[in-house]
C-alpha cells in the first residue's frame, strides 16, 4: 500500500525532505485601507489569526494593509469587510501564480555561476564569500555563529589597510524576504568592483570604515522557503509544542516581549521563550559585542514597503539622536535616487510607520551597543505602485536593481556620517 508506505517512509526520514510544497493556489493578496477606529480594531483583532497573514501594515495618516487570505478564510473575510464598509480590493487572485513565475525565472538563471543579482542559495552564498576570501586582498571571513540545524553564519569582512571604524549590514534575518540576501551579495560584490576599478567614493570609503556584511542570518529558514513553504518567516528550531521556529526580529535581549510580538509558538511573530533564546540571535549579539565601540553604523536589510527605518520598534517614543538619525536616511534615500529609483521610500520611526514590534535588532544595536545610526530597510515593492501585487514573490529580475539602488543608498548615507 503506497500510502502507508509513505507514511512510514516520512516518520522514518523525517518529513522535511519529502514533504510537498505548500501550495497557494487562489490564494488572495488583499489591500485593505481601513478608514475609521472600529476598521483598525478590527483589524488588530484578525491579525492575531494565523489565518489572516498580514504582510505588511502601515498606520500613519491613512491605515494601509496587505493581508494574504487562502480561499477559504478569502469567502469569510470579504463578507466581513463589506459588512463594515472596509474598502478592499484584491492586488493578486492566485498568489501560487506569482510564486511559479518566480520559479520560472529562477530555473533560467540557476545554472549560471555568477551568482549577483539572483536568488542564490545557501551554499552558493557560501561558495561565493569563500571564493572571495580566497582571491581578494580586501575579504577575508569570520563564522558568527552556527544555526540550530547546523549552517555556518559566514560574515564576508571587506576592509583595507587603514580602516578604523566598522559597519555592519546584515540581510536575510526573515525567511521569505528573498530579495534582501540578494542585495547583500549584490553589494559585497559592487563594494569590491567598484574599488578595484578605482571608483572614488567606494576609495575613500574602504580607506575608512570596514565592511562586516553577514548575507543571510537566517540560513535554516530561508532553505525552507526555498524547499518546502514559500511564505517561511521564522527560524527552523523547535518549540515545545508541534509548532517550530522563532521571529529572530522578535527575540532580541532589549524590551523584549513589551509589544507587537507574541507568546504563541505557532505565531509568525513568536519571540521565543526567552531573550536571546535563538542561536542566530546570541551569534548577531556576540559579533558586535566582540568588537564593542568600534561599530558606527548597524545595517538589518528587509522586504518589503520602501522604507529606511530609525529605532524604536519598541515604542513610538523618539530615540534622543532621531533628528540627525532621520536626516541622514534622507541622505540615504537620496543616494538610492541618485542610483536608482527612489520613488514610495520615506523614512521614519518604525513604530510610528508601521507598527509596534519589540525585540528587533536595531533595537538592540542602538539601545544595548550603542550603535547609533542603527536602521532597519525594507526594500522594493512598496506598499503601492509598481510590483506591489508581488509582495514577498519579487521577480528575480528586479533584484539587480534592488542591489543596486541599495548598494547607492547605504554608501551615500555612509560618505554623509564620515568624519
Ligand atoms: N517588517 C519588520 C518586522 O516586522 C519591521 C521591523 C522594524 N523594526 C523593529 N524593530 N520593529 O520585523
Ligand atoms: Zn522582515
Redesign the pocket.
Given at each position: 500500500n503506497f500510502k502507508i508506505a509513505l507514511c512510514l517512509a516520512v516518520f522514518l526520514f523525517g518529513s522535511a525532505a519529502l514533504a510537498e510544497k505548500t501550495r497557494y493556489d487562489n490564494y488572495k493578496l488583499v489591500h485593505l485601507t481601513p478608514k475609521t477606529p472600529l476598521h483598525v480594531q478590527l483589524v488588530s483583532e484578525w491579525e492575531e489569526k494565523t489565518e489572516f497573514d498580514v504582510w505588511?501594515r502601515v498606520k500613519t495618516t491613512e491605515e494601509s494593509v496587505h493581508v494574504l487570505l487562502s480561499p477559504e478564510a478569502y469567502v469569510k473575510y470579504s463578507v466581513l469587510f463589506t459588512l463594515f464598509k472596509i474598502p478592499f480590493e484584491i492586488l493578486e487572485n492566485n498568489m501560487q501564480k506569482n510564486f511559479d513565475e518566480q520559479e520560472r525565472s529562477m530555473a533560467l538563471s540557476r545554472n549560471s555561476r555568477n551568482i549577483v543579482g539572483r536568488y542564490a542559495r545557501y551554499t552558493e552564498i557560501q561558495s561565493f564569500i569563500d571564493n572571495l576570501a580566497a582571491t581578494s586582498p580586501l575579504v577575508t571571513s569570520d563564522i558568527a555563529g552556527k544555526t540550530y540545524e547546523g549552517r555556518n553564519l559566514k560574515v564576508a569582512i571587506i576592509k583595507t589597510a587603514t580602516s578604523q571604524r566598522k559597519v555592519w549590514i546584515d540581510c536575510g534575518i526573515?525567511a521569505r524576504e528573498w530579495v534582501s540576501p540578494a542585495t547583500c551579495v549584490y553589494f559585497i560584490d559592487k563594494l569590491i568592483n567598484d574599488y578595484n576599478s578605482g571608483n572614488a567614493l567606494a576609495r575613500e570609503l574602504l580607506g575608512y570604515f570596514e565592511f562586516h556584511v553577514l548575507p543571510i542570518v537566517n540560513p535554516d529558514g530561508y532553505e525552507f522557503s526555498h524547499t518546502n513553504t514559500r511564505m517561511w518567516r521564522k527560524n527552523r528550531r523547535p518549540n515545545s509544542g508541534s509548532c517550530v521556529g522563532t521571529?529572530l526580529?522578535?527575540n532580541f535581549g532589549f524590551k523584549w516581549l513589551t509589544g507587537?510580538s507574541s507568546t504563541d509558538p505557532c505565531s509568525d511573530?513568536y519571540a521565543g521563550p526567552s531573550a536571546d533564546s535563538e542561536l542566530e540571535t546570541k551569534a548577531i549579539e556576540n559579533y558586535i559585542n566582540k568588537y564593542k565601540g568600534q561599530w558606527d553604523s548597524y545595517l538589518t536589510i528587509?522586504s518589503y514597503?520602501k522604507w529606511w527605518?530609525t529605532?524604536?520598534?519598541?515604542s513610538t517614543t523618539l530615540p534622543a539622536d532621531y533628528t540627525d538619525l532621520n536626516a541622514k536616511a534622507q541622505i540615504g534615500i537620496s543616494g538610492i535616487r541618485a542610483y536608482g529609483d527612489a520613488t514610495g521610500w520615506t523614512s521614519g520611526s518604525?513604530?510610528r510607520i508601521?507598527?509596534?514590534?519589540?525585540?528587533?535588532?536595531?533595537?538592540w544595536t542602538y539601545g544595548v551597543a550603542g550603535i547609533k545610526y542603527s536602521y532597519?530597510l525594507?526594500l522594493r515593492p512598496g506598499q503601492s505602485g509598481t510590483d506591489a501585487f508581488y509582495g514577498f514573490s519579487l521577480p528575480e529580475d528586479r533584484a539587480p536593481k534592488a542591489g543596486l539602488e541599495t548598494y547607492g543608498g547605504i554608501v551615500t548615507f555612509l560618505k554623509a556620517i564620515k568624519p
Open positions: 505588511t526573515h521571529d526580529n522578535r507587537g511573530t528587509h514597503g527605518f529605532p524604536y520598534g519598541y518604525s513604530s508601521l507598527y509596534i514590534a519589540s525585540g528587533g535588532s536595531e533595537d532597519c525594507e
